[in-house]
Nanobody
Framework: QAQLVESGGGLVQAGDSLRLSCAAAGRTFSRYAVAWFRQGPGKEREFVAAISRGGGGIAYEDSVKGRFTISRDRAKDTVNLQMNSLKPDDTSVYHC???????????????????WGQGTQVTVSS
């Protein structure tokens, strides 16, 4: 059962950009650490980026550093993932995940998160 909703995926060419957004149903992200994971065909779900409850802690998977930016929009209560310079290897279903945590800490493993969205497809052609 999806408790988070992702949007913004699509079909693009290598070098293009997309912005993904994650919103919570019946929740506020102000109390949650939030992360993005992705899962390609036949692959395991892997960590992409995360932002802490307070926004001061940010982590990225090495392959997306310098290209992807995770941020919180407090006014809209969303967490966004700006993806620039997209590569074919970025093709995946991107999932948003969250966890209620009492400190400015972020996990980088899927096991740490307990609230998930259904995912949004990102396809990069080249």
């Amino acid at each position: 059962q999806a408790q988070l909703v992702e949007s913004g995926g699509g079909l693009v060419q290598a070098g293009d950009s997309l912005r993904l957004s994650c919103a919570a149903a019946g929740r506020t992200f102000s109390r949650y650490a939030v992360a993005w994971f992705r899962q390609g065909p036949g692959k395991e779900r892997e960590f992409v980026a995360a932002i802490s409850r307070g926004g001061g802690g940010i982590a990225y998977e090495d392959s997306v550093k310098g290209r992807f930016t995770i941020s919180r929009d407090r006014a809209k209560d969303t967490v966004n993932l700006q993806m620039n310079s997209l590569k074919p290897d970025d093709t995946s279903v991107y999932h948003c995940a969250a966890k209620d945590w009492g400190s400015d800490f972020i996990g980088t493993t899927k096991e740490w998160y307990d609230v998930w969205g259904q995912g949004t497809q990102v396809t990069v052609s080249s």
